[in-house]
């Protein structure tokens, strides 16, 4: 079982519509978590953290829920530059000191957002 | 600020020859990292560096070698290049592990 996994679309929505992604994770000692874009060819970016209390980036939700190991990440309104792919991000902190987290990816969700 | 940067952008070898990829980050940050992104599979950690004068394997470290010179730069080596090697490779680095991640441009890496 991979330690993130994502459901890697294609996800082909109109604009304006709301989509939603979801994300497990398996590693229990996950201290943080993210969600990154990455556009085609081109490096990730950090899109936004998932706190446990779930926070919102103007269109963009971002939950999660420790308990079930799970993170999503709403969506609301797409614009067509909002096409990319999105990536789950987990940060499995291995000494407890904040200083050694090791990132891992999920393999990402497409998302193509059409006039 | 340059953030990540990383060279070369694009390189092509043949098979069993030998490279190393460069990465400077001028954030101060502590911790880096390789990756290496092919369709379908996602990123790919291959080797991290928690702090200056450690390096650590991570889920697909053969074929590889690293040095972490000095705190702005993380190298990664491949002494005899194989087609499977053929892929985008990506450094970072981070301050710590409830921060942003920042990525480099990438090199992508053909090898005939």
């Known amino acids: 079982r991979k330690e993130v996994e994502q459901d890697p679309g294609p996800f082909n929505v109109p604009e304006g519509a709301t989509v939603a992604f979801n994300c497990t994770y398996s590693?229990?000692?996950?201290?943080?978590f993210f969600w990154y874009r990455q556009d085609c060819r081109k490096e990730p970016k950090l899109l936004m953290s998932?706190?446990?209390s779930g926070n919102e980036d103007g269109r963009f939700t971002a939950q999660l829920n420790r308990a079930s190991q799970y993170i999503s990440l709403l969506i609301r309104d797409s614009k067509l530059s909002d096409s990319a792919t999105y990536l789950c991000?987990?940060?499995?902190?291995?000494?407890?000191?904040?200083?050694?987290?090791?990132?891992?990816f999920g393999q990402g969700t497409t998302l193509q957002v059409k006039p | 600020n340059a953030g990540v940067t990383q060279t070369p952008k694009f390189q092509v070898l043949k098979t069993g020859q030998s490279m190393t990829l460069q990465c400077a980050q001028d954030?101060?940050?502590?911790?880096m990292y390789w990756y290496r992104q092919d369709p379908g599979m996602g990123l790919r950690l291959i080797y991290y560096?928690?702090?200056?004068?450690?390096?650590d394997k991570g889920e697909v470290p053969n074929g590889y070698n690293v040095s972490r010179l000095n705190k702005r730069e993380f190298s990664l080596r491949l002494e005899s290049a194989a087609p499977s090697q053929t892929s985008v490779y990506f450094c970072?680095?981070?301050?710590?592990?409830?921060?942003?991640?920042?990525f480099g441009p990438g090199t992508r890496l053909t090898v005939l």
């Open positions: 991000v987990v940060n499995i902190d291995l000494l407890g000191s904040g200083n050694t987290g090791k990132l891992i």
């Open positions: 590693n229990s000692a996950s201290q943080s």
């Open positions: 998932v706190y446990s």
């Open positions: 954030m101060n940050h502590n911790s």
């Open positions: 560096s928690a702090s200056e004068g450690t390096t």
């Open positions: 970072a680095s981070i301050l710590d592990s409830y921060n942003e991640q920042f």
